[in-house]
């Protein structure tokens, strides 16, 4: 476990030793603190359950030199403030990774303070407007309760000291409102904000009106309260979102390590990614993400490149190869020269193939905002009606009339309509993060609901992107286990499947070489040893007619002894399987489309019983199969990992990349699962589904409250007392109805 | 009614400190980690031995 960089002191020059995948030298992300002390941010996401605070705190504050290590469990990262003359940055990673916590240095700056802010802001609004509810409430429950006893001049004081508590509120909490409700008449349309910004204004004003003429009623605990139960709905929903921003923001920094540029003068920096330019040269050591895309200058290694091809298999990278960020260096550390991202490139036709996908998308409109197009006109044209009625027919005046108008606009609660989306989306992400899927767009419960096919990528989504031994009943046992031992000190993905194997505890054989693209040797006893693929292992083409198998293969041989045969195939996810049944069961259609090789493609379609698959696609053909989708009237929920399926992620409907996916994809997914389970996506659609009904079961709810209430309020009959029962009233059942979600998901 | 006097800027004074410890609490960061400071109050202060938390985490995992 001890397997990190440190125990040496340097933090600039490096020397990355090999067979250690995890190493990290945080020194570029260190800040200075205050009194000399140095601070550093580090996300650690296998923090799970409170003793790990304290195992890691605990142990942190052991070290000599440390001020503050303060967990914080909901984001699962670390901040840490200590005095670097006597603890190395190193030291603190390495007792990180001693305690099995392997940890991530970001830049706090750079992951978006924006939203942070934001969050504190609309909690503070929610604070000032609860302040303003209760207290006002308290005041005006006395002028209620006192209707026949009370003398006007106390009643005018309740009113006043009222009106002094609620206009600073208004004036402040509701300034998230009166933005939305600006900027959405700038551009001329309606959203839920202008009724409400209208009601809560006009419920003010009239008040202070009334409150001049020492009028019996006053509508300033309707205003506040109004603002305090928007309020909260809006909290809840950018709350939820902003939670799954910072785990996909975690997600997306675990790639962003340090890159080692190498100077001229040939000694070695560690710079964040960020301040890498094209030109300079790049060290890559062994098992660690290539950080930048360059040309290889020195060297040659074999690198994972699953996530941009969608390739099982390693590919050779030699001198004048071109190595993209990302992937991943396997057998031999190398340097790289950075290339500025010119049109040429992989990734430049996939991020130009992205955002045409991305303007043709139609755009989505919300639930909510679907809503409000119908709402906001009805309420205003029943507010002016119940005006102009009152105002011909009545004998109270305009007074009268505007004091009914207003009324309906209070009345007509936008705040059970407010709360009816938000309160189930909250409930519904929750349910979902519990499974491990991340919501990352706003509206992607909504259109996950109504998707009705699903497009799968095979390699990293369907299976696990990781090969596995395949005829392990054809080997004898001392075979196995001596391939193993040579393989032990390779981080190829099929030695690692030999290893994985054998099961139990084996020791490494002594002096193995290893050559990049060919295989292992070491020697027993003066007996060569060698695996590795047939060319390195002296088998000739024509000795095997099985050459055209889907299946990747390695060769042990022996000085003496016939050639021993290992044969290796990507594993499914180990709910693959339930996966698609249940995916069946949901949706019309379901289909595999992959850049793979068509045998391997036909294998796993029929191990997962798929009729409907495609082979060989590139980034372009997945965007027309989906196009295809579309015109056929089908909404298409893509998954898919790799960078080739990003512009595909970008054109589907609604799409979900595993946590494990490039960061293009994650970026451009609506939906992020983590673990090596796929299933959580499907059993993802059932709940969106569940939660649709529920949101409109709330707006059913709303509509039927308002049918009652609105005719009581355009015939002048309601008092301020009515108002602020109905509309809590309101408020707790539609939060109810959402809580439901909770209720049927606990009995699967 | 000089009750009255006396007890509306009390009512008012007393939700005022409500509200200012609310945002003294919001601006020291005391929300930013809501699932963990419920684990928090049932830490004991004095140090126990890590070494026993190390040894039930590995046979968790």
Redesign the interface.
């Known amino acids: 476990m001890s397997e990190c960089c440190s125990g040496t002191q340097q933090t600039t020059i490096k020397e990355a030793p090999p067979l250690v995948p995890a190493s990290i030298d945080p020194s570029a992300y260190i800040q200075k603190a205050e009194a000399g002390l140095s601070q550093l941010s580090l996300i650690v996401d296998t923090i799970h359950c409170p003793s790990c605070i304290r195992l890691i705190e605990g142990n942190l504050h052991k070290l000599p030199g440390i001020e503050t290590a303060r967990v914080n469990l909901s984001t699962k990262r670390l901040f840490v403030v200590w005095d670097e003359t006597l603890t190395s940055a190193t030291s603190i990673v390495k007792t990180l990774d001693d305690l099995d916590f392997p940890p991530t240095p970001f830049n706090p700056e750079l992951i978006s303070n924006a939203g942070e802010k934001e969050d504190k802001a609309l909690l503070r609004a929610v604070g000032v407007a609860g302040f303003a509810t209760a207290n006002v409430m308290l005041l005006s429950v006395a002028v209620w309760s006192g209707t026949n006893d009370m003398g006007p001049a106390t009643r005018d004081l309740m009113h006043w000291v009222s009106a002094l508590i609620a206009l600073p509120t208004v004036a402040y909490s509701g300034q998230p409102f009166f933005r939305s409700a600006i900027a959405a008449l700038k551009t001329r349309s309606l959203n839920m904000d202008v009724p409400i910004s209208l009601a809560v204004l006009l419920a003010v004003g009239m008040s202070v009106f009334e409150t001049l003429q020492s009028a019996d009623n006053a509508y300033f605990d309707a205003s506040v309260m109004l603002l305090f139960f928007l309020l909260i709905g809006r909290y809840l929903d950018r709350r939820m979102r902003s939670r799954a921003q910072s785990a996909a923001q975690n997600l997306l920094s675990l790639r962003a390590i340090a890159a080692t540029v190498v100077n001229d003068d040939g000694t070695r920096l560690s710079l964040p990614v960020e301040s890498i330019e094209p030109g300079m040269k790049v060290a890559i050591s062994v098992g660690e993400k290539i950080p930048v895309d360059g040309t290889v200058v020195l060297g040659a290694s074999e690198i994972d490149t699953s996530l941009i091809t969608g390739e099982t298999l390693p590919q050779v990278a030699q001198i004048g190869d071109a190595v993209f960020a990302g992937t991943l260096n396997l057998t031999s550390p190398f340097e790289v020269m950075v290339t500025a991202r010119d049109d040429k490139t992989l990734l430049a036709e996939i991020v130009g193939l992205m955002e045409t996908a991305e303007q043709g998308r139609a755009k989505y409109v919300q639930l909510a905002d679907r809503a409000a197009k119908i709402y906001a006109p009805a309420v205003h044209l029943l507010s002016a009606l119940t005006f102009v009625a009152w105002w011909a027919l009545g004998d109270g005046g305009w007074h009268l009339a505007m004091m009914n108008a207003v009324a309906v606009l209070i009345i007509t609660c936008p705040c059970a309509l407010g709360l009816a989306v938000p309160t189930v989306q909250v409930v519904a992400s929750g349910l979902l993060l519990k499974k491990g899927v991340l919501v990352k767009s706003a509206d992607g419960l909504e259109r996950l609901a109504d998707a009705d096919a699903v497009v799968f990528d095979k390699t990293g989504t369907l299976t696990e992107g990781k090969p596995e031994l395949f005829n392990r009943s054809e080997i004898r046992d001392g075979d196995l286990e001596l391939a193993a031992s040579l393989a032990l000190s390779s981080n190829h993905p099929l030695a690692k499947a030999l290893v994985k194997a054998v099961g139990h505890d084996i020791k490494a054989l002594p002096d193995i070489h290893e050559e990049p693209g060919q295989g292992l040797e070491s020697y027993i006893d003066g007996q060569r040893i060698r695996i590795g693929n047939k060319y390195w292992c002296g088998i000739k083409k024509e000795d095997e007619s099985i050459s055209n198998e889907p299946v990747s293969e390695l060769w042990l041989t022996k000085s003496v002894g016939i050639p021993v045969r290992f044969t290796f195939r990507d594993k499914l996810r180990p709910d693959a399987m339930s996966a698609i049944n249940l995916a069946k069961e949901y949706l019309s259609s379901v289909e595999l489309l992959s850049g793979d090789r068509s045998s391997a493609v036909k294998m796993v379609a029929q191990e997962l019983t798929l009729s409907n698959w495609k082979a060989e696609a590139n980034p372009k053909d997945k965007i027309n199969r989906l196009e295809e989708l579309t015109s056929e009237n089908k909404k298409a929920l893509m998954v898919g990992d790799g960078l080739n399926d990003a512009p595909a992620l970008a054109t589907a409907f609604v799409s979900a990349s595993p946590a494990t996916a490039a960061d293009i994809s994650q970026t451009t997914a609506d939906f992020i699962f983590q673990g090596n389970r796929l299933k959580p996506i499907i059993e993802a659609i059932g709940i969106a589904r569940k939660a649709k009904i529920l949101i409109f079961q709330n707006f059913g709810l709303a509509i039927l409250y308002n049918t009652i209430a609105v005719p009581l309020a355009m015939a002048g009959l309601v008092t301020p007392l009515f108002a602020a029962i109905a509309m809590s009233s309101s408020s707790i059942i539609v939060t109810l109805n959402a809580l439901r979600l909770r209720l049927s998901e606990k009995d699967t | 009614?000089t009750a009255?006097a006396i007890l509306?800027p009390i009512?008012?004074f007393l939700?005022?400190v409500?509200?200012a410890a609310?945002?003294w609490s919001?601006r020291t960061g005391q929300?930013?980690?809501?699932?963990?400071a419920?684990?928090?109050a049932?830490?004991d202060e004095d140090?126990?031995d890590?070494s026993e938390?190390?040894k039930?985490?590995g046979k968790k995992?």
């Open positions: 009614m009255l509306i009512a008012l939700g005022l409500g509200l609310f945002l919001l929300y930013d980690d809501l699932e963990g419920a684990y928090r049932v830490f140090d126990e890590m938390v190390t039930e985490k995992l």
